[in-house]
């Protein structure tokens, strides 16, 4: 008998998000990795992501484009849950999401009438999209993905009218419940992720992560009050990532910020589950998806 399952499909903007969601499924709701063939995935995913490269390797493309097929960066699952964690190249590149999309939402309309002989089917799927506010503002992004992901191929609604998180204003969901946007921000909801991991990351090791802070600022000039706010957010952005990369150099020599954010304890688990912001948003996302906060 083919198994029912659901699955959750999270967007984020680049590896960062990427490692930080890994670590909030992990940690904080229970989720465990797995790395699966991709026969042994659900369907309609089992076929989706082997046509998919089957259908890019047919083409002429170079060896330096093998990287770029849109697969997910994690996989994860809670009982009878996947979760799909994709790096979705950020705000410029949202027409790669929608196509995928497009090709989700067909393999996943045939499934429900030909399961291609899966061990598992998903009947479920939720999407989550994560952006940074920026200078835009969480209002502003909501607008831009109801109207990039309003309509798939000209006939699947995929967002309809968002309702706005009673609890936290940075997250929405959709009227059926199936699609979710959360706006990682500082202060005056303008921002990045880097605005929400700095306090953790000061909690978890203030020493180290002040020390980092001021040879940063020693080594470099940051416009961090640049009369330009675009400039200004991004400024503050660039030296919170320096900071954080920096700081993970004793644990991972050599390694990038998504590394030091995935594989290091600078950002402790703990602290990380205790924090009024990440709190919010396991809260958040454990209501979406149907699932108790396990820590």
Request: hydrophobic share 45%; with cysteine; glycine share 6%.
């Amino acid at each position: 008998m083919t198994r029912e399952v659901s699955a959750l499909l999270v967007f984020c903007e680049g590896p960062h998000d990427v490692a930080f969601v890994r670590r909030v499924l992990k940690h904080c709701l229970g989720f465990t990795r797995v790395e699966w063939k991709f026969s042994e995935f659900p369907a309609p995913l089992n076929s989706l992501f082997r046509t998919s490269v089957e259908k890019h390797a047919a083409r002429d493309l170079s060896l330096d484009m093998a990287h770029k097929f849109f697969l997910p960066d994690r996989v994860l699952q809670r009982e009878d849950i996947v979760a799909l964690v994709f790096n979705s190249g950020g705000k410029a590149k949202r027409e790669t999401t929608v196509n995928f999309l497009e090709d989700f939402l067909e393999f996943f309309e045939q499934t429900s009438v030909f399961p291609d002989q899966a061990d598992a089917v998903v009947t479920q799927a939720r999407f989550l999209f994560l952006y940074d506010a920026d200078t835009e503002g969480v209002e502003q992004i909501r607008e831009d993905v109801k109207a990039t992901f309003g309509s798939i191929d000209d006939k699947s609604r995929l967002i309809d009218d968002w309702q706005i998180d009673a609890d936290d204003p940075a997250g929405a969901v959709s009227a059926d419940k199936t699609k979710a946007l959360y706006v990682w921000s500082g202060e005056g909801g303008q921002g990045t992720l880097e605005d929400i991991l700095m306090p953790v990351l000061h909690a978890s090791e203030p020493e180290l992560v002040a020390d980092a802070e001021k040879r940063i600022e020693a080594l470099f000039d940051w416009e961090t009050d640049h009369e330009d706010p675009a400039r200004s957010v991004a400024e503050r952005a660039r030296k919170h990532k320096a900071t954080i990369t920096l700081a993970g150099q004793r644990e991972k020599p050599g390694m990038s910020m998504s590394v030091i954010l995935d594989q290091t304890q600078i950002l402790r688990d703990d602290v990380l589950a205790a924090d009024v912001r990440v709190a919010s948003f396991v809260r958040y996302l454990a209501s979406f998806i149907g699932v108790g906060v396990t820590r």
